[in-house]
């Protein structure tokens, strides 16, 4: 018998978006955590781009319903519309595939604002290292999601999210862009009035050891989204200064952590820091530079 509602059951109260492409590994975690939660009237929907590997079996098999979409047409906000659309319950909560609830009151944490302040229409969760993150990955994890309630340098992340069904009916996740659909529809939400809650105490393990060439290709989407969303101006001349400067002072910075860190750490905080350095410097000449030169 599967653990959450299926197509069969009435509405449930919450409905959880996941989206995959080869996770079975990380999608095993994520299910067993889901499995202990308290909050306990959801249903799983996951949205696969063309997995070869087991995940969608996996997904099956604990009774997750199962939503295709090909390599093609995917982009993050797209799949998470599909996603939606076929959800029924009150509340949606995005989920990454390799992101683990930390413990069984995860879900409830994350929902208690939207049940009980009215103007709050979203909320997402405190992010923590996972157990093997490289020491510059989890030096970064722990500073963007810290253990206080406010710190307005906290991002929106559909790594672990929740909102009003209906806030999303009337504002759906822009599908044009190539990343951070999370903090445009972010946006878009507190320009209409609503409040979005980071709730600490909703805790989920997710974080990310990367090689140069998936590091670099992740910022730069993310940084191509911004310039669609923000306009022209968001990559100008200071924003060029603005990646030289921070790679500079990082490189500073892994020297002070390179005793501690060992020299694999080192290595990996290095390549980190070069790939979003060339990532933001291709965004800029993308914007900038006349055609020759930008190509």
């Known amino acids: 018998m599967s653990p959450w509602a299926n197509r069969t059951d009435p509405a ?12 079975e590994k990380g999608l095993g975690l994520c299910l067993k955590a889901l499995q202990i939660q308290k909050e306990r009237d959801i249903e799983v929907l996951v949205v696969d781009s063309g997995s070869t590997d087991g995940t969608c079996e996996l997904a099956k098999s604990q009774g997750a319903e199962i939503l295709s979409i090909s390599p ?3 982009t993050y906000g797209r799949a998470l519309n599909l996603g939606i659309s076929r959800a029924r319950g009150r509340f949606v909560v995005t989920l990454s595939a390799h992101a683990v609830p930390a413990d069984a009151e995860w879900l409830g944490s994350l929902l208690r604002p939207l049940r009980q302040i009215p103007r709050v229409g979203a909320s997402f969760c ?27 340098v906290v991002l ?28 445009a529809w972010a946006q878009e939400i507190l320009k209409s009035g609503f409040e ?12 990310h050891n990367e090689s140069f060439a998936r590091v670099r290709r992740r910022y730069l989407n993310e940084e191509r989204a911004k310039l669609g969303i923000l306009g022209k101006d968001y990559a100008s001349w200071p924003y060029c200064r603005a990646h030289l400067s921070g790679f500079a002072k990082g490189v500073v910075l892994e020297g002070l952590h390179a005793r501690e860190d060992g020299v694999s750490g080192l290595v990996h905080a290095l390549t980190h820091r070069s790939a979003v ?9 993308r914007s900038r530079l006349p055609g020759v030169a930008r190509r």
């Open 72 to 74: 093609e047409k995917f």
């Open 156 to 183: 929106f992340s559909n790594a672990g999210a929740a909102f009003h069904r209906d806030l999303w009916e009337r504002t759906p996740f822009d599908e044009n862009l190539p990343g951070s659909e999370d903090l």
């Open 277 to 285: 350095l060339c990532a933001g410097l291709e965004v800029f000449a």
């Open 196 to 207: 979005i809650r980071y709730c600490p105490e909703s805790r989920l393990y997710h974080s």
């Open 126 to 152: 405190r992010q923590l290292p996972m157990p093997d993150a490289f020491p510059f990955v989890r030096r970064l994890t722990e500073a963007a999601y810290p253990d206080q309630q406010e710190n307005p």
């Open 12 to 23: 449930p109260q919450a409905s959880l978006v996941i989206r995959t492409l080869n996770e």
